[in-house]
């Protein structure tokens, strides 16, 4: 099984910056990466994705602030948020696809708060 691990979440402050990280035990050279995020009572929404050429999609409500990146010699997808807003609170998901398999494989989340 491939397993996704975040890290780099945590509590920061409106206008605050964090910068998740998310390490596949894989290598990742085949894969679309991918962070979703679910607030509380929320549905689960797509924030911003990668392709394994570097072409990048953000959701409209982060686009500016948000920037996905992926280093594939560490087999790692980051989520770099800047001028975070309340409304950005959620559990944060990388999700990593095999492009080729079709297959999806995600992490367990890490929760971001954004509090004054």
């Known amino acids: 099984q491939v397993q996704l691990v975040e890290s780099g979440g945590g509590l920061v402050q409106p206008g605050g910056s964090l910068r998740l990280s998310c390490t596949v035990s894989r290598n990742i050279f085949g894969i679309y990466g991918s962070w979703y995020r679910q607030a509380p009572g929320k549905e689960r929404e797509l924030v911003a994705s990668?392709?394994?050429?570097?072409?990048?999609n953000y959701a409209n409500t982060v686009k500016g602030r948000i920037t996905i990146s992926r280093d594939n010699a560490k087999n790692m997808v980051y989520l770099q948020m800047n001028n975070l807003k309340p409304e950005d609170t959620a559990v944060y998901y990388c999700n990593a696809r095999d492009v080729i398999r079709d297959m999806h494989y995600w992490g367990k989340g890490t929760l971001v708060t954004v509090s004054s």
């Open positions: 990668i392709t394994t050429g570097g072409s990048t």
